[in-house]
Each structure stands twice: as C-alpha cells, then as structure tokens.
C-alpha cells in the first residue's frame, strides 16, 4: 500500500488564539517532505505539543503576511539554525512575499546559516514524480494564496501478488509499472493481476479569503477541502466587510467543486462557545464535514 498523507493541524483560531486553539498552521508530510502550511504565533510549542520536529520541515507555503499567519517564522528560522538545521528551506507564497520575508531575516539578524530559497507562485510551481503544489490567488485586501497538495496517480504494484507468485525484485516489474505484461520464469503474467492503477489524491487549503469564482476550480475533486469558516451566516455582512467565510459559504463550495470531506477551520474566537454553531450551519448543506480541533491529525 502506498504512504498515506498527514496532516496535522497545528492551529486551527482566526486572528486571536484562546486557549483551546493556537494562531493558523497546518503540516502535511508525505515521502520525506514536511510542508508547513503558514506558521503563526505560537506554532513551535505545537511542534512540541504534536511530538514533531521542526527540523524535518523542508517546505513553507504562506497564505498571506497578516500577522497571524506568519508572526512564528522568526522563532521557527532560529530554532532551525540553533539546532544545526542542513537542508535548503523553501519558501513560497503570494506577490510581495521575496521583499517581506528579506526584511524579516534582515530585521532578526539571520546569518546564512542555511540556504532560504524564496518563490512568489502561482498555478503549478512545484513537481516531481510523487507530487505537484499549485496556488491560486485569493481575495483579501492583500496578496493572498490557497494552496493544493496533488498526489499523482501512478501504477502500483501488489507486493502481495508479487510474494505470492514468488516473483523477485528486478528490472520486469518497470514493465508492470508501464501496465506491461511480463515473463518471469518463462511464465507469462498479466499486468492487471500484478498491478492496480491508484488515482490521484488532492489536498486543498483555503484560509483567509472572501467569497470568490476562483476557490472551486482549485478545490474541485478535492479528497480532503481544508477552509475557513470565520462566522457564521448570521453575520454574512461583517465577514464581506473582513474579507472571510461563512460557514455556509464554505460548504457551499464544498458541493459544487464535488469534495470528498471538507474540514473547516480558522474558527473566530466569538464561537469559543458554542463550536458546533459552525459545524451544524455547514452540515445542511455538506454532510461530510469535520471541525478540526488543534493537534488534531488525518490521513488520507
């Protein structure tokens, strides 16, 4: 079976964190990468708290510079350094981000001590052969990005079937993997009994944005839909005023981009409360829908 992806929700509060719920941040690890999904106040004592380590980061994608998305990437970088971090640290966000992120590291005395490489994005602005990143801008008063994860769908073969036909690791299986037959042994195998085609699987972020015609098309099939849900529809008019979702907006785009499961988060402290005043708005709408509490973790 292939590696499944994690995520961990490492803050999951709007602007003003309360003691249940930290500042925005969220770490999807897949295959050796560690993506750090915005870093607020706070997120190296969820690093902590989650029984992580920060030094396995190996990517940064910053939805926008609102303090509360991006006040923990100073303690984040020194940690880094002070604990021998040696890898290049990548770090990608929307229009603006080279200029802010230079002054932050001229503003803390950052010496080189790593290589920071720094990337404004949009669409498709990363890809290997497990994965591609694509960004879309959002609307917010200021640069903004969401992001996908897409894990590409590939040709996998059963080790299973391999042990049980006693079929031994070798150049044969880059057949199967092309969906080939092959001869082992002088024994003719079928591809479709050795192998099964696994389809691609979609990770969306959405945080910080006012309702917009550009949140479905990157979202759409989505496997897991992880959004902003600030305020509830009874105050629709103040989040347009703030540039936010409601929850009711959220799920309503989670069933015309066809998700899977949508997770809502950046809930506003005003619902400390009473949570599930988000949560059942969302339901009428989408039934496969998830508040997401901190250190919370799925896979997929």
């Not at 993506?35 to 396995?56: H, M, S, W, Y």
């Not at 910053?62 to 020194?78: F, N, R």
């Not at 059942?280 to 901190?294: G, P, Q, S, T, W």
Request: one cysteine or more; charged letters at 30%; aromatic letters at 8%.
């Amino acid at each position: 079976m292939p590696e499944k992806i994690k995520i961990t929700f490492l803050g999951t509060s709007d602007a003003i964190p309360s003691a249940a719920r930290n500042h925005p941040s969220f770490l999807l690890t897949y295959q050796g990468e560690n993506i750090l999904v915005d870093c607020g106040e706070g997120t190296q004592r969820q690093f902590r708290k989650a029984g992580l380590n920060p030094c396995k980061i190996t990517r940064i994608l910053i939805t926008h510079w609102h303090a509360d998305h991006v006040l923990g990437i100073p303690g984040l970088l020194k940690t880094l350094a002070l604990s021998g971090y040696n890898k290049t640290l990548y770090v990608y966000g929307p229009s603006g981000t080279r200029e802010l992120m230079n002054s932050l590291l001229k503003l803390f005395g950052f010496r080189n001590e790593y290589p920071i490489k720094i990337e404004e994005v949009r669409g498709k602005f990363f890809e290997n052969n497990e994965f591609r990143l694509e960004a879309e801008s959002m609307t917010h008063g200021i640069p903004c990005n969401a992001y996908s994860f897409v894990r590409k769908g590939k040709i996998r073969i059963d080790k299973r079937k391999l042990k049980k036909f006693k079929i031994k690791e070798g150049r044969h299986l880059s057949n199967l993997k092309e969906g080939k037959n092959i001869i082992y042994n002088g024994k003719r195998y079928l591809a479709k009994n050795l192998a099964y085609h696994e389809n691609e699987k979609k990770i969306s972020i959405v945080l910080d944005t006012s309702l917009n015609n550009k949140i479905a098309p990157l979202v759409k099939n989505s496997d897991v839909f992880i959004c902003e849900s600030s305020f509830h529809s009874e105050l629709g008019k103040k989040a347009k005023e703030y540039q936010h979702l409601t929850a009711e907006q959220t799920a309503d785009i989670a069933k015309k981009a066809k998700v899977k499961r949508l997770i809502l988060t950046h809930i506003s402290q005003r619902y400390n409360k009473n949570q599930e005043k988000i949560l059942r708005e969302a339901k009428k709408i989408f039934r496969n829908v998830y508040l997401a509490k901190d250190l919370d973790v799925i896979e997929v």
